[in-house]
């Protein structure tokens, strides 16, 4: 199926992530099957659906963040988007712009973290 992608935020997903957000037809599978849905301002769907209008202030909402990136939404969507990788790619498009979430020199008691832990942060957070 040929799907035209006709703004230039879901262009850029495309590039980063290979997914199509036009596939989506906001069934909601995505929203009800995530586990940390109830900490995001937007829901997974509601994040498809601002890409797919163009509207780039889905950059500021801090579900992209709050994203696990546990794919759950991927393999529950019935029209194969992988919802994680369009995540990804609002988060490295934010990352790009040298806009990063986390400063490890502002983090209190940092010893008291596991490295791991820090290292998966830095991963996310930082560019
Ligand atoms: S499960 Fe798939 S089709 Fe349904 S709203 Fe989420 S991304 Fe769209
Ligand atoms: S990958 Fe992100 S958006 Fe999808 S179900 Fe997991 S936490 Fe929710």
Redesign the pocket.
Known sequence: MLIKISSELAKKVFEISGQNVYACYQCGK?SA?????NEMDLL?NQVIHLVQIGDERVLNCKAIWI????????VRCPRDVD??KV?EALRLLTLRKGIYKLDLRRIENVEEYPQIALIAATRKYTG
């Open positions: 995505c099957g995530c586990p940390v849905v997974p994203c696990a990136a546990c794919f759950t939404c991927s919802l994680a995540m």
